[in-house]
C-alpha cells in the first residue's frame, strides 16, 4: 500500500514528486521511459504501470499476477514487454495509449514459453529475444508472441543480452560471450571466453564493451 516511485532533482537531491503505486509486492525491476520521456513505466509485484514523469500521476496499471519480477521491460512495434514473475510466470506485451486499470483492453498478446526470470529481454526489430531460468535463448515474433525459435545455452545467465552494431551479445556465468546475427534462425558468429565467473549485464559505449566479472573489470575494444 505503501510503494512509491520517486523523481528526484539531480543537482540538489530534493523530492519533484512522490507517484504511489498503490497495492504491490515487493519489485526488483528497473523502471524505463516510452513515450519519447513523457512516461515512466514501473513493474514488480503484480502490476505493471505507467507514471507521468513531470506530475508523478499514475496513468495506466495493467494485473501482472507473479511475484519476484527482475526482467526489466522493454519497448518496440509500439508495445512494452514485460514479464511476470515465479507463480504466474507470462510474457506480456502491452498496448501504450491507456488510462486507468487497461488489464481488459490493452495487452496486445501473451506467451508462456520463453518467459525470462533473471536476464532482461532484447528487442531487434522484429523480434524478442528472452532467456528462460533454464538457460533457453527464444526468439519471438514481437508483435505477434509466437515463438520463432529457441536454443539451448551452455552453462548460467544473469547478465542480460545487449544489440551492438547489429550483433547479439549474450554473456554466460561462465564468462563466455555468443555473438550472434539477429533473425529469424539461431546464427552463431562465434564466442569468446573470458574464463571468470561473470554476473552482471555488460555495458557498450562508444565502440567499447565493457565487463564486470568477479576479478576484474575489462574494456574490450580494437587497439
Same mark, same amino acid.
Given at each position: 500500500? %505503501?510503494? !512509491?516511485?520517486?523523481?528526484?532533482?539531480? @543537482?540538489?537531491?530534493?523530492?519533484?514528486?512522490?507517484?504511489? *503505486?498503490? @497495492?504491490?509486492?515487493?519489485? %526488483?525491476?528497473? /523502471?524505463?521511459?516510452?513515450?519519447? $520521456?513523457?512516461?515512466?513505466?514501473?513493474?514488480?509485484?503484480?502490476?505493471?504501470?505507467?507514471?507521468?514523469? &513531470?506530475?508523478?500521476?499514475? #496513468?495506466?496499471?495493467?494485473?501482472? &499476477?507473479?511475484?519476484?519480477?527482475?526482467?526489466?521491460?522493454?519497448?518496440?512495434?509500439?508495445?512494452?514487454?514485460?514479464?511476470? $514473475?515465479?507463480?504466474? /510466470?507470462?510474457?506480456?506485451? #502491452?498496448?501504450?495509449?491507456?488510462?486507468? +486499470? #487497461?488489464?481488459?483492453? %490493452?495487452?496486445?498478446?501473451? &506467451?508462456?514459453?520463453?518467459?525470462?526470470?533473471?536476464?532482461? /529481454?532484447?528487442?531487434?526489430?522484429? %523480434?524478442?529475444?528472452?532467456?528462460?531460468? +533454464?538457460?533457453?535463448?527464444?526468439?519471438?515474433?514481437?508483435?505477434?508472441?509466437? !515463438?520463432?525459435w529457441n536454443e539451448r545455452l551452455n552453462g548460467g545467465h544473469?547478465?542480460?543480452?545487449?544489440?551492438?552494431?547489429?550483433? #547479439?551479445?549474450?554473456?554466460?556465468?561462465?564468462?563466455?560471450?555468443?555473438?550472434? *546475427?539477429?533473425? /529469424?534462425?539461431?546464427?552463431?558468429?562465434?564466442?569468446?571466453?573470458?574464463?571468470?565467473?561473470?554476473?552482471?549485464?555488460? @555495458?557498450?559505449?562508444?565502440?567499447?564493451?565493457?565487463?564486470?566479472?568477479?576479478?576484474?573489470?575489462?574494456?574490450?575494444?580494437? &587497439?
Amino acid at each position: 500500500e %505503501h510503494a !512509491v516511485v520517486l523523481s528526484l532533482d539531480t @543537482a540538489t537531491g530534493a523530492v519533484r514528486w512522490k507517484g504511489k *503505486r498503490g @497495492a504491490s509486492r515487493v519489485g %526488483h525491476v528497473t /523502471p524505463i521511459l516510452v513515450d519519447e $520521456g513523457a512516461q515512466v513505466v514501473s513493474a514488480g509485484g503484480d502490476r505493471v504501470q505507467g507514471f507521468d514523469t &513531470q506530475t508523478g500521476e499514475r #496513468i495506466w496499471s495493467i494485473y501482472s &499476477q507473479g511475484e519476484g519480477v527482475t526482467p526489466s521491460p522493454v519497448v518496440g512495434e509500439g508495445l512494452i514487454f514485460t514479464s511476470s $514473475g515465479f507463480e504466474a /510466470p507470462t510474457v506480456r506485451a #502491452i498496448r501504450m495509449g491507456g488510462e486507468g +486499470d #487497461i488489464t481488459e483492453t %490493452h495487452i496486445a498478446w501473451e &506467451q508462456k514459453k520463453g518467459v525470462p526470470v533473471l536476464a532482461s /529481454p532484447l528487442y531487434v526489430h522484429p %523480434h524478442l529475444y528472452t532467456i528462460t531460468r +533454464d538457460n533457453i535463448l527464444h526468439c519471438i515474433d514481437a508483435a505477434t508472441g509466437d !515463438v520463432v525459435w529457441n536454443e539451448r545455452l551452455n552453462g548460467g545467465h544473469w547478465a542480460s543480452p545487449v544489440l551492438a552494431d547489429g550483433r #547479439i551479445y549474450i554473456l554466460s556465468e561462465e564468462g563466455v560471450t555468443r555473438v550472434l *546475427r539477429p533473425g /529469424p534462425q539461431y546464427d552463431e558468429i562465434t564466442r569468446n571466453n573470458l574464463e571468470e565467473t561473470c554476473f552482471a549485464s555488460m @555495458a557498450v559505449s562508444q565502440g567499447k564493451f565493457y565487463i564486470r566479472s568477479s576479478e576484474h573489470l575489462y574494456c574490450i575494444g580494437k &587497439q
